[in-house]
């Protein structure tokens, strides 16, 4: 067999588990990367990985089976590049739901903002916080954490091999559930000081109903909340570093679930 012909079929079958990372997951999926950039990015990066000096055995059984068997390995790689683009969506997504919820609970959720990038209106708090979990991702050298956990899939399960692309669907729920909870417990110290904040005014409204609280609670729980978005933001970085390692400890969980 030709290895050329080997490394371009091991290629475009790489990358149909590589481009959903780097298409629909934040940060890489940000509207200030252009979608060129991307997916240039994550067809390099497939073909660095499916670039073996000898064709694998794989490969050959999948070429030898003709253009239908390739194509179906072709959606079964793209299936499981998905899930694991979610695996990592939704532990991503635990830090952005914990701005949400300060957002909320700080009164910030009545003053939603426009994002000129993504054309949509977002909280104040969970945007800025996305943003700065973006940039932690980059300074800190996370991205090259998860490209490692990338690349561990391919050891694990080659371009072409057979392998169930659904069989980590129920443990991928399972993910979901955890990164809301974990968004919770983030910021439950914050939600139960804001919430005692407000307990606080409601018995002094009650108590003393000409300080009129209920109009001055609000500036109270944002002066609040803005003195403990110091320590969460220290919070916030220690949580992304572990989410960094967790994500590649799912993406190999998934792996082999889907390799039986």
Known sequence: ??????????????????????????????????????????????????????????????????????????????????????????????LQTAGNLLDFEMGLAI????????????SVLGHAVTLYAAALFFASGAYRTVIRGLFLTFDALPPGADFAPF?????????????????????FPFLVLLFFIDLTAALLARAVPQLNLFVHGLPLKLLAGNFLLVPFAGVLAFAFFRIADRFVEEMLVLTRLAGG
């Open 167 to 187: 069989g980590g669907v129920r443990h991928l729920v399972s993910v979901a559930g955890e990164a809301l909870v974990g968004a919770v417990l983030l910021t």
């Open 111 to 122: 003053a939603n903002v426009f994002d000129p990038q993504s054309g949509a209106s977002v």
């Open 1 to 94: 067999m030709d290895p050329w012909t080997a490394w371009v079929a091991g290629g475009l079958l790489a990358s149909a588990r590589v481009l959903p990372l780097f298409l629909f997951v934040p940060p890489f999926s940000f509207p200030a990367f252009p979608v060129q950039v991307r997916a240039l990015l994550a067809l390099g990066l497939a073909f660095f990985v499916a670039a073996p000096e000898l064709p694998s055995d794989a490969t050959a059984r999948l070429l030898a089976g003709g253009l239908a068997a390739f194509v179906l390995s072709f959606l079964r790689e793209l299936v499981f590049g998905f899930l694991l683009a979610l695996s990592l969506l939704f532990l991503f997504s635990l």
